[in-house]
């Protein structure tokens, strides 16, 4: 099975490189599943259902999200209705969505998990925990965990106490691509962070103005989307054989513009 995991999209610039590279990257290499995290994707914060519809539209098969999943007012009312999106798994019982999504292709089953990490992030409930609880239910699955997270050691520890487990964590929610992509001992598939798709010279995908004025000032400004200049699309691709075994895996990282 050939999967590729694209990092969150950023807005319009975001939803134009996917637009562009998954069709493209499909072809190129023969992809039966395409996962994206969206939740950046409605200028910045959050997801709109037009805008599901539209990735969906450019050959994205699941979503993932994280912590601006409900950034959007209307979200928590149409958010059951999307079946191919997921929202964070630890969010507390009875909030809107769902945590996991099984899909069956080739005549083999593939789960993406969703989880947020707890360590400079919003309040949830524990992402281990919460992984050893949801596992009994997806354990004949190939298990993809978007592991949506602030801080490189909370995702390096999710890491090694999934490894055996899951088939791979794969990093979100910090935008830069990290370069410790590696097998773990017990054959996980691991990376910190696979990127971001969206302004090269920006910081993390917003305009660089506000974020600069903040550090110097320490008053908050209003953050826009890089809609201009060079662009990074961020993914990480891999395959799997029969038994879940991982047999290769490349991070892409590919710029455009001037």
């Known amino acids: 099975m050939k999967v590729l995991h694209i990092g969150d999209i950023m807005g319009k610039a975001g939803r134009s490189l996917l637009r562009s590279a998954v069709p493209r990257l499909r072809e190129e290499l023969g992809l039966d599943i395409v996962i994206a995290n969206v939740e950046n994707a409605a200028n910045g914060f959050g997801i709109t259902e037009a805008l599901y519809k ?4 450019y ?9 601006h999943v ?12 999307l ?15 769902k945590g996991h999504i099984t899909i069956e292709k080739n005549g083999e089953r593939f789960t993406l998990l969703n989880l947020m990490g707890r360590v ?20 004949k699955s190939f ?15 999710f890491g090694l106490y ?22 773990l001992p017990n054959g996980t598939l691991y990376l910190t962070d696979v990127g971001m798709c969206g302004g090269l010279n920006s910081v993390i995908g917003m305009s660089s103005e506000a974020p600069i004025e903040r550090f110097l000032g320490g008053v908050p400004r209003k953050y826009e989307v890089e809609k201009a200049g ?29």
């Open 70 to 81: 409900f950034d959007v007012k209307e979200s928590e009312n149409f958010i059951n209705h």
């Open 54 to 57: 539209d990735i969906l539209s």
């Open 120 to 139: 400079f992030m919003p309040l949830s409930d524990c992402p281990f925990r919460k992984f050893d609880s949801v596992y009994p239910e997806i354990s």
């Open 59 to 67: 050959g994205v098969d699941l979503m993932s999200t994280g912590n």
């Open 230 to 258: 060079k662009m990074v699309f961020n993914a990480l691709f891999f395959e799997y054989d029969s038994l879940g075994k991982i047999v290769r895996y490349s991070k892409i990282s590919e710029t455009s513009g001037e």
């Open 143 to 157: 298990v993809l965990t978007d592991f949506h997270a602030e801080a490189t050691s909370e995702k390096n520890a």
């Open 162 to 183: 999934v490894d055996g487990r899951a088939g791979a964590v794969i990093g979100t929610h910090t935008h830069v691509q990290t370069n410790d992509d590696r097998i």
């Open 83 to 97: 079946g191919s999106l997921v929202r964070p798994a630890n969010y507390p019982e009875g909030t809107p969505g």
